[in-house]
C-alpha cells in the first residue's frame, strides 16, 4: 500500500482529540451538518408517512402528491397537516406522520386575528414563532444553515486553491512575478470589497453561484499571502536545496516537498475561513443584496430581528444560531491550530 | 532605513492609483449610474404631477431631451473615454477638489469633513477601551495560564471573536433598547438634544454611545487579549527571564520589569492599522445604530450612485489605510531597535 497514514499526523490528531473542546466542537457540528443534509426528514410540510386506505405513502422526497391521491378535492400539493387533522377527526385506521416541525421554509402560515411575525408557540409547534411574512423561524433557520455552511466550504475550497497555487508560485519563484502580484494583493486588498459587491449585486441579481464568485474574486488575497510567506519560508530550507540538487522539477517540489510541509498550516486555517463565510453570506443578506427574497437566510432573519424590535424570537433565535455555530467553529480552529502547533509554555508556581 | 520608509512612502502612489483607477472603472461601466437615477427621477416627478388617466402614458415617455442627456454627462464627464476622465478626476483631486455630490450638490469633501468627527469619536473611544482592558486582561491571563480565571475569560472572549460585532450590536439593541427599554434605539444624540444643559448633553451622547462602543470593541478585543497573553507568555518562558528569576528577581518585577516590555512589540505594531479603522469606522455598525458616521456615508452613496462621494470616501479610507500600514513599521522599528528593513 503506497498511502500510509504518516505517523506524525497521527500524533497531531491524538492531540487534537485530547483537546476536549475542540473535539466535541467538531462532533457537534458533523452532526449538525449531517443533519441538516437530512432536515426534509426533520424540518417539513410534506408528512414522513402517510397511511390511506391500507396504502403507506412516502412524501417526503420525489413529485408533490396531488390532493385526489388522498380523497381530497383538489389537484395541487396534499396540505398534510390538514389531512392529519382530517383523518383525526374521522377517527378510522389513516394516519399521517408528521416531522417535528411540520412547516416548510418557504410557506406562509398566516392564522385568523393575528398577524406575523408571531411569537413561539409549541401548540401550533412554530417553535420559534414565525417571521414578518409568517413563515416558521425555526425551518428558515434550519434550511438557512444548509445553505450558509457549503456556501462558505464552497468558497473555502475556492480561496484555498487559489490561494495555495497562486501563493506558493509567489513564495517559490519570487522576483518579477513575485512582485506583480504583491502589488496586485496590495490593491486588490484595499478596495473596499462589500461596496463593490453591492455596485455588482445591484445589477445582476445574485444567486448562490454569482455571490460565491463575488466572494471569491474580492477574498482569494488572505489565503495567498499567507501561503506566500510560508512557502517561502520552506524554499530557504535544505531539503529544497538538495532536492533540487537531486534533478527534481519545480512542480515536483512544490507539490511533492513544500505542500506537504505547509498542510498543517493550510488546516488550521479552515475553521476560521469557514467562520468567515458564514458571516459575510450573513452581511450582505442582511444589507439585503445577499440570495435573492425566497431564500432562507440568516442574514435577513437579522434584517428582520433589526426592522421588528418588539419580535424578540427574530433576532433571538437568529443570534442564538449564529452564537452556536460560530463558537463550535471557533473551538474547532483553536484546538486545531493548538494541536499542529503546540505550545509548551513554562509556568511559575 | 530611512530609505526603506523612503520607498514605501513612494510605493503609495501607484497603490493609491490602482485602487481609484479600479473602483472609478467600475463605476463607469455598472449600469444605473447618477444619470440614469435622474432620468428615473424625472420620470417619477412627471407621473406624479400629471397624475390620474395621463400617468399611463408618462411612464413610456422620455423625460428628459438628447440635449439634456448630453449636458448632463458632459456636465459629469461621462462623455469622455474612461481614461481622461479619470486623469482629470485625479488632477482634481490632487489640487484637494473631490467634486460634488450629485445627489445632494454639496461639495464631497465637506460632507466628509462633516462626518469624521463621529466615527473619530467612536474609533477613539472603542480603541482606549480596548488596550485599556486588554493588556491587563492578558497580562492576568498570561500569569494564571490554566486557572478557572483563564478558562471561564477565554469562553467569553473567544464568543465575543465568533460574532461579529454587528450582529451582537442588533441583539444588544433589541433586547436591552427595544424589550427592556434601558437604551436608546440607535441615533447619536436625542431629538432634543439642542436644548439640553451642557451636563446633560454629555449624559446624552453617553448614554446613546454605549450600545455601539460595545459592538465596535468586541471584535478587536479578543484578538488583542490573545496577543498580549500569547507574548506575553513566550516571553515568561524565555531563557532572560528564566534567568532573572533565578538570580532571586520578585516574580512582580521579573514580568513588569522585564516580560511586559519585550510583550508589548507586537501590540504596538498593530497601533498604526487603527488609524483606518478609527476614522473610517465600520459601516455595518453605523447602519445597525444608525449613526451618521463615514461608514454610513460610503454605503449610502454606493446605494444612491452618488459616484463623487464614493470616490472620495474611497481616497481618504485608502490614503488612510496604506499610511496606516506604513506607520505600523515605523512602530515596530521605534519600539524594537532590532528590526532591520531593507
Known amino acids: 500500500m503506497r498511502f500510509r497514514i504518516n505517523p506524525l499526523t497521527i500524533k497531531k490528531f491524538r492531540r487534537f482529540q485530547s483537546i476536549r473542546r475542540g473535539y466535541v466542537s467538531l462532533f457537534v457540528m458533523v452532526l449538525m451538518i449531517v443533519l441538516s443534509l437530512g432536515a426534509e426528514l426533520l424540518v417539513n410540510s410534506r408528512a414522513l408517512v402517510v397511511r390511506y386506505n391500507g396504502d403507506v405513502y412516502w412524501p417526503t422526497y420525489g413529485h408533490p402528491v396531488p390532493g385526489t391521491t388522498f380523497g381530497l378535492d383538489y389537484q395541487h400539493e396534499t396540505n398534510y397537516r390538514q389531512l392529519a387533522r382530517q383523518f383525526e377527526a374521522e377517527g378510522g385506521e389513516n394516519w399521517v406522520l408528521m416531522p417535528p416541525v411540520p412547516y416548510n421554509p418557504y410557506e406562509n402560515d398566516f392564522r385568523e386575528n393575528t398577524l406575523p411575525p408571531s411569537p413561539p408557540s409549541f401548540r401550533d409547534r412554530h417553535f420559534c414563532g414565525t417571521d414578518a411574512s409568517g413563515r416558521d423561524v425555526l425551518a428558515r433557520l434550519v434550511y438557512g444553515f444548509r445553505l450558509a455552511i457549503f456556501f462558505s466550504l464552497a468558497l473555502m475550497g475556492a480561496t484555498f486553491a487559489t490561494g495555495i497555487s497562486i501563493g506558493s508560485a509567489m513564495g517559490y519563484f519570487g522576483g518579477a512575478f513575485d512582485l506583480t502580484f504583491q502589488r496586485l494583493i496590495e490593491i486588490w486588498s484595499s478596495v473596499p470589497n462589500l461596496y463593490v459587491i453591492i455596485i455588482i449585486a445591484s445589477v445582476v441579481i445574485p444567486n448562490f453561484w454569482i455571490l460565491l464568485f463575488i466572494l471569491w474574486a474580492f477574498g482569494w488575497m488572505g489565503m495567498t499571502w499567507t501561503m506566500r510567506t510560508i512557502t517561502y519560508k520552506e524554499r530557504a530550507r535544505d531539503y529544497v536545496l538538495a532536492a533540487r540538487a537531486l534533478g527534481a522539477s519545480h512542480v515536483r517540489i512544490i507539490f511533492r516537498h513544500i505542500l506537504p510541509n505547509t498542510v498543517s498550516v493550510i488546516v488550521s486555517y479552515v475553521p476560521f475561513q469557514v467562520a468567515g463565510g458564514i458571516v459575510a453570506l450573513a452581511a450582505l443578506d442582511f444589507l439585503g443584496f445577499g440570495l435573492p427574497p425566497p431564500e432562507p437566510s440568516w442574514g435577513e432573519l437579522l434584517q428582520q430581528g433589526w426592522a421588528n424590535l418588539s419580535a424578540w424570537w427574530l433576532s433571538g433565535s437568529v443570534v442564538s444560531a449564529m452564537v452556536l455555530t460560530l463558537v463550535l467553529v471557533t473551538f474547532i480552529g483553536e484546538a486545531v491550530r493548538e494541536a499542529l502547533d503546540p505550545k509548551m509554555h513554562t509556568t511559575y508556581e | ?342
Not at chain 2, 450582529?167 to 436591552?176: D, F, P, T
Not at chain 2, 513566550?234 to 521579573?254: E, H, Q, S
Not at chain 2, 445604530?289 to 452613496?301: A, R
Open chain 2, 1 to 342: 532605513m530611512t530609505a526603506y520608509f523612503i520607498r514605501r512612502t513612494l510605493l503609495i502612489i501607484p497603490t493609491f492609483i490602482g485602487i481609484t483607477l479600479l473602483v472609478f472603472s467600475i463605476t463607469r461601466f455598472v449600469p444605473g449610474g447618477p444619470i440614469e437615477r435622474m432620468i428615473a427621477e424625472a420620470q417619477r416627478m412627471q407621473v406624479e404631477g400629471g397624475g390620474g388617466a395621463g400617468a399611463g402614458a408618462g411612464v413610456q415617455r422620455q423625460p428628459l431631451s438628447d440635449e439634456q442627456i448630453e449636458f448632463l454627462k458632459q456636465y459629469y464627464g461621462f462623455d469622455k473615454p474612461l481614461l481622461n476622465s479619470y486623469l482629470a478626476w485625479l488632477g482634481k483631486v490632487i489640487q484637494g477638489d473631490l467634486g460634488i455630490s450629485t445627489r445632494y450638490q454639496d461639495p464631497v469633501w465637506e460632507m466628509i469633513r462633516s462626518r469624521i468627527p463621529i466615527s473619530l469619536y467612536f474609533g477613539l473611544i472603542a480603541m482606549a477601551l480596548t488596550y485599556g482592558v486588554c493588556i491587563p486582561l492578558g497580562i492576568v491571563k498570561a500569569i494564571r495560564h490554566k486557572t478557572a480565571f483563564d478558562n471561564v475569560s477565554s469562553i467569553i472572549v473567544f464568543i465575543g471573536y465568533a460574532i461579529p460585532g454587528w450582529v451582537i450590536g442588533i441583539y444588544l439593541l433589541v433586547w436591552l433598547a427595544g424589550w427592556w427599554d434601558v437604551f436608546p434605539l440607535g441615533d447619536l444624540v436625542s431629538e432634543n438634544f439642542d436644548e439640553l444643559p451642557l451636563l446633560q448633553k454629555l449624559l446624552d451622547l453617553a448614554w446613546h454611545s454605549v450600545l455601539p462602543v460595545i459592538a465596535y470593541m468586541i471584535g478587536a478585543f479578543a484578538a488583542m487579549t490573545f496577543l498580549m497573553k500569547n507574548t506575553l507568555m513566550d516571553n515568561l518562558a524565555a531563557d532572560y527571564v528564566r534567568t532573572a528569576i533565578a538570580k532571586g528577581l520578585p516574580f512582580r518585577r521579573a514580568v513588569f520589569g522585564h516580560a511586559l516590555r519585550n510583550s508589548l512589540i507586537p501590540i504596538a505594531t498593530s497601533f498604526g492599522n487603527n488609524i483606518s479603522v478609527i476614522l473610517t469606522g465600520s459601516f455595518l455598525i453605523e447602519k445597525v445604530f444608525n449613526i451618521d458616521g463615514m461608514g454610513l456615508l460610503g454605503y449610502e452613496s454606493v446605494l444612491e450612485r452618488d459616484y463623487p462621494v464614493v470616490l472620495g470616501v474611497l481616497v481618504i479610507s485608502s490614503l488612510l489605510f496604506l499610511i496606516g500600514n506604513i506607520l505600523s513599521d515605523l512602530c515596530v522599528a521605534v519600539v524594537d531597535p532590532r528590526v532591520q528593513f531593507d
